[in-house]
């Protein structure tokens, strides 16, 4: 696997996101496949099966969130709960770019009365809030209070409250007994403004009855057969296919960055006792290792601006 330093990493071809509209232009249709991309981050950070679970269901609902964006404009997804998981974060941004991590990810917890992984005690109560940055200045920050933990329904209540915009929402993940991801991704259906009021009904109808999101991926469902599957009946028109990626914006130089922002004293203390300074990121788990020599250079720089800014004054 290449290195993920400010590269794509080819993942997986399935893993795509599809946009369309329905019923005459009075539904916005989006679905996605990310079984490939939240199998790669669940093994870069060795999670366990409720972890990869909650983050591929967050990471899927921020991959169709990004869709909606323009080229760099990103969306960043955090899910704050009093769960052992503590914090789900997501990014995407409108050219298919997606990353993600939990920060605990070994949690483990007792499979719900139908067998199924709890999700939602491991997220808890708490908040989802959704960041979107135009590159426009300050980003533009919404949230919901959590209603089950679930995420889908969560999205659905953020859609509804935040953004005003009725949507039904559905989410799934599939991981196998070995903790591989054999299937990831969602299904986002919204009304657009002057859609009828019955078309929320049926809507409504349409996902109950729709099979779960991972058991059609599972068998071998594209994001467009899923959209078909659901509201094929209304007519689907697609409009476009973005092909999807883990890409993480870590760098060596940005690592640099966070020790000057340390400050000269803190870097002689990491200098004195552990003789070099070792960063991972919390996204893809690479590691920078900066040694002493370096960390003294970093040190002198420190010292070279700090004379520069008391010479100006």
């Known amino acids: 696997m290449a290195n993920c330093n400010q590269q794509s990493i080819e993942v997986n071809t399935k893993d795509y996101v599809v946009q369309a509209t329905a019923a005459n232009g009075q539904v916005r249709a989006l ?15 060795q999670m366990w099966p409720v972890a990869t679970a909650a983050l591929g269901r967050t990471m899927a609902a921020a991959a169709m969130l990004g869709a909606m964006q323009k080229g760099t404009e990103k969306v960043t997804v955090q899910i704050i ?26 949690v483990d917890l007792p499979l719900t009365e139908q067998g199924k992984l709890n999700v939602s005690a491991a997220v808890g109560k708490g908040h989802l809030w959704v960041i979107r940055d ?21 999205f659905a209540s953020y859609f509804a409250q935040s953004e005003q915009t009725p949507s039904a929402v559905a989410l799934g993940v599939l991981v196998g007994v070995d903790g591989g991801v054999k299937a990831a991704g969602g299904l986002i259906l919204q009304l657009l403004p002057d859609a009828s009021e019955g078309l929320a009904i049926i809507l409504e109808h349409m996902v109950r009855d729709l099979p779960s999101i991972s058991s059609l991926i599972d068998t071998g469902s594209t994001p467009e057969d899923i959209v078909e599957r659901a509201i094929g009946d209304l007519q689907p028109k697609y409009l476009h296919r973005l092909p999807l990626c883990f890409r993480c914006t870590c760098s060596r130089e940005r690592c640099e960055s966070a020790l000057i922002a340390l400050g ?11 003789g070099k300074a070792e960063l991972t990121c919390r996204f893809c788990q690479e590691q920078y290792l900066f040694d002493k020599e370096e960390l003294k250079n970093i040190q002198e720089r420190i010292a070279e601006a700090e004379s520069r800014l008391s010479q100006e004054k």
């Open 264 to 274: 000269a004293e803190e870097l002689e203390g990491l200098i004195r006792e552990q």
């Open 134 to 154: 135009l590159g426009l200045g300050e980003p533009y920050r919404g949230g919901v209070p959590l209603v089950s933990g679930e995420i889908a329904e969560d």
């Open 31 to 45: 679905a996605t496949v990310v079984t490939g991309i939240v199998d790669e981050i669940a093994r870069r950070h």
């Open 81 to 106: 709960g009093d769960g052992p998981l503590e914090q789900i974060t997501a990014d995407a941004d409108g050219e298919g770019n997606v990353r993600g991590y939990v920060q605990n990810p070994h």
